[in-house]
């Protein structure tokens, strides 16, 4: 299994209050990307990474910043949390940007 | 508008048939096409892909077929095992838009 892993793996948090869910690789991927996955959509790109302090958004990003000073490290941030933020989010690594990915177990945020 | 659609929500099959899990998708320009599997509580696991270029993939059990002209895909697993039972889900690949994922497909092998 490749190395990634996603903190916290649950959270249940309030409207209005910030969140940051970390995505870690010990692979040296150069490219990472969130995902959040709802029912009825599949898995949709919130942003993504491919490079240190290089990213670049994906299809859902509203409402979502990230940041990557490290190869290995992947931060997800929700400035203010909205119930339509309730989701199952993935982190995923891949190696050239073109071919397979790898992702993370998820992380499940509930916002009230 | 979804790229790419799986217009089954879910499919049941029997032991040691053949499953057949279909996806369309409207955008000429992507590059390749993957299937994920997924487990309950475990993130997607990559499967099996297809370039742009080819018609079919095989990988042991699992055959990926492209019609380029009618922008449909579909996943072959025989036979099926109980083991199998999970969600896949279809995915297309461009430079311009990275990876789009269907919505998913729940395949059930009943005994």
């Known amino acids: 299994d490749a190395g990634i892993t996603q903190s916290p793996r649950h959270k249940v948090t309030e409207t209005g209050t910030p969140v940051t869910l970390r995505c870690h690789q010990t692979e040296n991927h150069r490219y990472m990307y969130w995902y959040r996955q709802d029912p009825g959509h599949g898995l949709r790109l919130i942003h993504y990474s491919y490079g240190v302090k290089d990213t670049d958004k994906g299809e859902v990003s509203d409402g979502y910043s990230v940041s990557r000073s490290k190869t290995e490290d992947f931060l997800l941030t929700l400035e203010s949390a909205t119930s339509s933020q309730t989701s199952v989010y993935f982190c995923a690594i891949s190696a050239r940007g073109d071919n397979e990915q790898f992702f993370g177990p998820g992380t499940r945020l509930t916002v009230l | 508008d979804q790229q790419v659609k799986q217009n089954s929500p879910s499919l049941s099959v029997q032991e040691g048939r053949i499953s057949i899990l279909n996806c369309d998708y409207t955008?000429?320009?992507?590059?390749?096409f993957l299937w994920y599997k997924k487990y309950p509580a475990e993130g997607p696991t990559f499967l099996i892909s297809?370039?742009?270029?080819?018609d079919k993939n095989e990988d042991g059990r699992f055959t990926v077929f492209l019609n380029k002209s009618a922008k449909h895909l579909s996943l072959h697993i025989v036979p099926s095992q109980p083991g199998d039972s999970a969600v896949y889900f279809c995915?297309?690949?461009?430079?311009?838009?990275?990876?789009?994922f269907g919505s998913g497909t729940r395949l059930s092998i009943r005994p």
């Open positions: 955008n000429s320009m992507f590059d390749y």
């Open positions: 995915a297309a690949y461009s430079s311009a838009s990275k990876i789009i």
């Open positions: 297809i370039s742009s270029i080819k």
